[in-house]
């Protein structure tokens, strides 16, 4: 201490917060960060629409177009089997989910490298989740017209309706398993930005989403369910179209079993790194 008196130094103490790379976490904090989840939920819904001309139409011109294109194609020029179902109203239940899982898959792999400057400020079981969550809000629109095309061909759902959310929910693990791993991927490899966009275009052709399952022979019917959106695409057209469908559980238990089998150390890879995120983008 010198003559003059002391110079008092204060630092503050350093908070370091930290992920636990564990699955039942993961479901904790982002419960514990659920306001700040809904308010990520609201900002995508806005910026998806935002400056555009036809706006939150887009949610239902989508799915229709789509309708139209796989009704003639499959429906009058390849005559394929509806099982008594109106083809359009086959067709547009196979589109909602795979237009949820596409457009929800292809914006949740690019949503930590978008929201770059939030990862380096705020923690939060970070973004994918968000982008699941705002992908329902697009599905429950074009669903609201489902409703209305099935009231005008007088094929509204039956008793099998109650089993919807169920594989809705199989649906958003899907998505988020798929998103968990390629999110925190393209954080490293920027190739990956590239990659699944030609993964869901090829993946519109190896899912019943235009026709039924029951078109592919049954010597390949195993190989074909691997693919969890067949377990998951039969299941929303028996839910909605009074069991109509030729529905195999078998698929959809293949479909549980994968979707749990990419989740649970998805989840366990992204909170491993993504203490690093901050650093790396």
């Known amino acids: 201490m010198t003559e003059q008196g002391a110079c008092a130094i204060l630092v503050k103490p350093e908070t370091v917060i930290t992920a636990v790379p564990d699955f039942k976490h993961y479901w904790r904090d982002s419960w514990r960060f659920r306001e700040l989840l809904l308010l990520l939920v609201w900002r995508d819904v806005l910026v998806r629409y935002k400056q555009t001309m036809f706006g939150v139409a887009w949610a239902v011109l989508r799915p229709f177009v789509t309708m ?3 009704t003639l194609l499959f429906g009058r020029l390849a005559n394929l089997p509806s099982h008594g179902v109106p083809y359009p109203l086959l067709v547009f239940a196979g589109i909602l989910p795979w237009q949820f899982f596409a457009n929800t898959f292809v914006d ?17 079981p970070r973004i994918p989740l968000s982008v699941v969550v705002g992908g329902v809000v697009d599905l429950a629109i074009a669903g609201a017209i489902y409703a209305i095309m099935a009231l005008r061909y007088g094929h509204a759902p039956g008793w099998q309706i109650v089993y919807l959310p169920g594989f809705l929910l199989l649906l958003c693990l899907w998505v988020l398993a798929c998103s968990l791993w390629a999110s925190a991927l ?50 929303f057209r028996w839910s909605m179209l009074r069991g109509s469908t030729p529905m195999a559980w078998e698929s959809v238990a293949l479909s549980v079993g994968i979707t749990l089998a990419l989740l649970i150390p998805g989840v366990r890879f992204f909170r491993r790194f993504e203490r690093s995120f901050a650093d790396v983008i």
């Open 108 to 124: 949740a792999s690019n949503s930590l490298v978008g929201s770059a400057s939030m990862i380096s400020k705020v923690y939060f």
């Open 68 to 70: 139209v294109v796989f």
């Open 186 to 235: 393209n954080v490293t490899y920027r190739d990956f930005r590239y990659l699944v966009p030609f993964a869901v275009q090829l993946g519109t052709y190896v899912s019943p989403v235009g026709f039924s399952s029951s078109v592919v022979p049954a010597r390949w019917q195993f190989v074909y369910a691997l693919n969890p959106m067949v377990g998951i695409i039969d299941g």
